[in-house]
């Protein structure tokens, strides 16, 4: 059920992701691998584990969802696990759980914040490179701590427990994760706007008449 999922969700990125727009533009495709790369290299090697079983490292999932979109994070996320899990630091028969838990689950809870934040309609830049870059980030790990939990508790009663004696440490990584994917964002969104696919530089930067 899980990996069925996880496989519908990977197609829903490959039919919906702006593969046009990637192609035409150089930079983007340079954003697209250097993601890819950089997350593999994080995930891959970046980590630590507890009983075997919990494996926390870096998601960078917000500032990627930000830049390339939700779509495009899916397909780039789902690449870097693979080749995460190549390099070994994840265990392949969990390669549709922690798509779901790792990649998924963080690029939702992003695009239903960056949803309210455009919402707003409110003309602050911080509004965006800080709620939607650092507050997206930290949002996302309480995301991940929640789906982590609910399907621990349906696959793995042992598993669950684990995972709720070490629910502190979810706390721990969330300024970390909020400072990480807000400094990339602000970076990207001041100097180079028209690479961030959620940004519109007219809308935060015009003046009202």
């Known amino acids: 059920m899980l990996n069925a999922i996880a496989l519908i969700a990977l197609l829903f990125a490959l039919w919906t992701a702006p593969w046009k727009a990637l192609i035409v533009a150089s930079a983007r495709q340079h954003l697209f691998l250097g993601a890819i790369f950089i997350l593999t290299f994080l995930w891959g090697y970046i980590y630590f584990t507890l009983d075997s079983r919990l494996i926390f ?10 830049i390339l979109g939700s779509s495009l994070t899916l397909f780039v996320g789902a690449l870097a696990l693979l080749f995460a899990t190549l390099l070994g630091g994840f265990t392949p028969e969990f390669l549709g759980i922690n798509f779901i838990v790792g990649v998924i689950t963080p690029v939702l809870s992003t695009h239903a914040l960056l949803k309210l934040i455009t919402a707003s ?3 602050n830049l911080f509004l965006y490179t800080l709620g939607a870059g650092f507050g997206g980030g930290m949002l996302s790990i309480i995301a991940v701590a929640s789906c982590s939990l609910a399907i621990s508790a349906l696959i793995d009663p042992s598993l669950f427990t684990l995972n709720w004696e070490n629910a502190s440490l979810y706390f721990l990584l969330m300024f970390p994760e909020g400072f ?3 400094a990339i964002v602000s970076s990207l969104a ?3 706007p028209e690479l961030v ?3 519109d530089d007219d809308f935060y930067l015009s003046r009202d008449d």
Do not use: D
Not at 58 to 63: E, F, I, N, R
């Open 197 to 199: 696919r959620t940004y």
């Open 190 to 192: 001041v100097m180079r």
């Open 180 to 182: 990480m994917n807000g």
């Open 121 to 123: 309609r409110i003309k």
């Open 57 to 66: 490292h870096p998601l960078l999932m917000t500032s990627s969802a930000l």
